[in-house]
């Protein structure tokens, strides 16, 4: 512990000499020393470059985290969970996470390799540098997903809730594409006047008590059920009008002439229904009527029975 203690104290102390000493001089000294590299070579790649990529990686917390991934913790907020922004911050991507529990210690459900961080501390606190922190329970999580997710959650959401993304050019359907968006746009919330809960201990008793959070998330579990249950129904019935409808195309005329045709016999039915008498019609190869006489349909039954 004093020798923790101790190292903490150095580096606050001598800050910038440590930096020149382990920042600057060392990473550009091991490429040069090493395969003999050149030195303006290893000065921008091992130094510059690294600076400018590992700046870009922790500024991404704060611009990509808000705008591409998903809201599987709290669906009201734009902070998304983003695995590519974890992958370059070190495990600070799950951004939804952190803010929808922000006194939790590892600021992400997850632990190694998804969060390094989280694991780090974890690794301090064995040697006692660490102490005190506080995470959110199974259960409080659970119950957040439920309440307020967009149910893309890996364990609590549904099917549909998960496959609700979009990447660039509909490719790398994974979320480590740093495209990986969901489809839908938060609605922010107005906050009541006591704001988020820092610690446990401002949270309200609803929101701590085990058996409230259990009662309710048997409650919320119920409540998808339905809500999934209601969704299979009403895909079926789609399926079985498409069906329908299928068919009755299907007998309907491929054509206008046969359309024409259908109607034209139809309206000669009617007629001699009506009636009760047919036209007869002698036309030449032009089609032009040489002959058109109409027999009645009560005459010439009389005249086969007389014959």
Known sequence: MLTLY???????????????????????????????????????????????????????VNSAAHMFGTRPYDKTMWPVENMF????????????YH????????????????????????????????YDRKTATPNMVKNRVMRTGDKSHHTYGTDEGRSAFTTLWNI?????NPTYNSIHTP??????????????????????????????????MRRQQEEESRTTEANQIYNKLSKYIKEQQQSVPETVDDLLLQQSNNNVDKTALMQGKAALNVVDCNDNALVKRKVIVGAASSASSHH
Do not use: M
């Not at 919330?189 to 988020?196: A, C, M, P, R, V």
């Not at 609803?206 to 009662?215: G, N, P, Q, T, V």
């Open 172 to 176: 790398w359907k994974h979320p480590s």
């Open 6 to 60: 101790f190292c903490f104290s150095l580096t606050h102390s001598h800050y910038k000499l440590l930096y020149t000493i382990f920042a600057l001089f060392g990473p550009t000294a091991i490429p040069v020393y090493f395969w003999g590299e050149n030195p303006w070579y290893a000065l921008f790649v091992a130094f510059f470059f690294r600076t400018v990529l590992s700046l870009n990686g922790t500024w991404s």
């Open 187 to 220: 609605k922010p919330k107005i906050l009541q006047s006591d704001g988020y809960a820092l610690i446990p201990d401002e949270l309200k008793q609803s929101e701590r008590d085990e058996d409230i959070l259990s009662k309710e998330n048997e409650e919320l």
């Open 99 to 130: 803010h929808a529990f922000p006194w939790d210690y590892r600021a992400s459900e997850y632990g190694t390799p998804l969060n390094l961080t989280g694991t780090l501390i974890d690794l301090l606190a064995k040697f006692g540098a660490v």
């Open 85 to 96: 922004v974890s992958f370059v911050a070190v495990g600070e991507g799950w951004h939804n």
